[in-house]
């Protein structure tokens, strides 16, 4: 968070753009984030970075070591990532994280992952069965190209995306 907030405080300080309009457009990137998002400053330091914040997928997965539960904040590419809110008045800096965001994430993943099991054992699917889009040896046609996904993640996408949509 440090390189995060030694970052805003230089392109809110390099930015005489954004006193002059509002929400100017915000990239921040660095071996440790990606941050996009807006920003506005005035003339009084006054300040407010709002966007959303990626980690690193090596990264989010070392963090995922140490603190399981940051599993349930991460996206399709296996990176950590939640929207991020600083203000304050410099050099004082207020960090916020939307709760509803947090919420919505948590009982999404952890929703994925107790429907992928309960689907899994129902299809035939679980941890030893033969995987739902892959033929065993021998059979199904030939030339059948299997699905990208298997069946229960179609489903359970169905179904999350018109709970969380």
Do not use: H, W
């Amino acid at each position: 968070m440090r390189s995060l907030l030694v970052s805003l405080v230089l392109v809110l300080l390099c930015c005489g753009g954004c006193a002059r309009r509002p929400e100017a457009p915000l990239v921040l990137v660095s071996d440790s984030f990606f941050f996009n998002g807006q920003a506005t400053t005035g003339l009084d330091l006054r300040y407010s970075v709002e966007g959303l914040i990626n980690i690193p997928a090596d990264l989010s997965l070392n963090m995922i070591e140490t603190v399981e539960e940051f599993e349930y904040l991460t996206d399709l590419n296996n990176e950590i990532s939640f929207p991020l809110k600083v203000t304050g008045r410099l050099p004082e800096s207020d960090f916020s994280v939307d709760p509803g965001y947090i919420g919505r994430k948590l009982l999404e993943n952890q929703g994925k992952k107790q429907l992928k099991k309960l689907l899994g054992d129902y299809l035939g699917t679980g941890e030893n069965a033969q995987p739902a889009n892959q033929p065993a040896e021998g059979q199904g046609p030939q030339g059948q190209v299997p699905e990208d996904k298997p069946i229960e993640d179609q489903i359970i996408e169905g179904i999350l995306d018109k709970i969380f949509k």
